[in-house]
């Protein structure tokens, strides 16, 4: 027991340590920068059935790994919506290059870690018609870094679906400001699109902050696709704890299955994915 309080104690002082280096610099301008792409040629036939997945790759670091994985693991194949987290432009534009994808990626700053962009990136064959960035609210107190989400509208057929990949900020931030950064994604969207999928990092390192998550999706008509599948991502740099903060939300479609690739190595986090089908147009 005395080792393991040890351990705790040296990976909570890294985390620390981490977190008070000031990020080099913020990007707040909603107009940018931004990177798109397109390698998918002509879409895919659109059947109204979709397979989602949602990927926090940390700092960008195992491109070629994850990019095996999602070419590899069967619940990460032929991904119609892809929203990956703490992405930089080589690494969004290495994977949709190789996975024959369209993109949009926008970075929410330059991060310290790396000095490398560091943000968010929705990807899919389907042509995607309009795209923006949302810089959410509170700054990290410490680190003075900013969060954003990306919205992308893909065309599927006769179909727009609204794709947001979202990466709020952890616990140092305080529950209650972490949920008005969930408000904000919340806030942005449309009560006019019938058709949505929210997915990302919500660092929601405590069961409160999960439950009033799952609470605020679902009091603006969104089911939480990927609820009960379990821990998503080591939480310190040992690994010692593991939370729930990957999740998948939508409006519009029916969940035929979710879940994790516990196999995943590419990251501290899994990816999660989950298969859905269109319903009927309001």
Known sequence: MKIRVQWISLALAVALVLSCIPVKQNY??????????????????????????SYNIKYSRKIEEAILELGTFPQLKDVDILLLQEMDPEGVRAIAEKLRLNYVYYPAALHNQNEKGFGNAVLSPWPISRHLKVVLPHENPVRKMSRNA??????????????????TEHFILGSEQQLDQVGAVVDHIRKTNPYVVVGGDFNTESEYTVRETERRFRQAGFAAATM???????????GIYEFAVDHIFVKGFRVEASGKVE???ASDHLPVWTTLRLEKRP
């Open 263 to 265: 196999e995943a190595r």
């Open 28 to 53: 707040t301008n909603p107009e940018g920068p931004k990177f798109v792409g397109q390698f998918s040629g002509s879409p895919p036939h659109f059947t109204g059935r979709l397979r989602v997945v």
């Open 150 to 167: 990306v919205f992308a509208t893909l065309v599927m057929g006769d179909f727009e679906v609204l794709a947001v990949s979202a990466h």
């Open 228 to 238: 009960g599948i379990g821990r998503t991502a080591h939480g310190d740099p040992l």
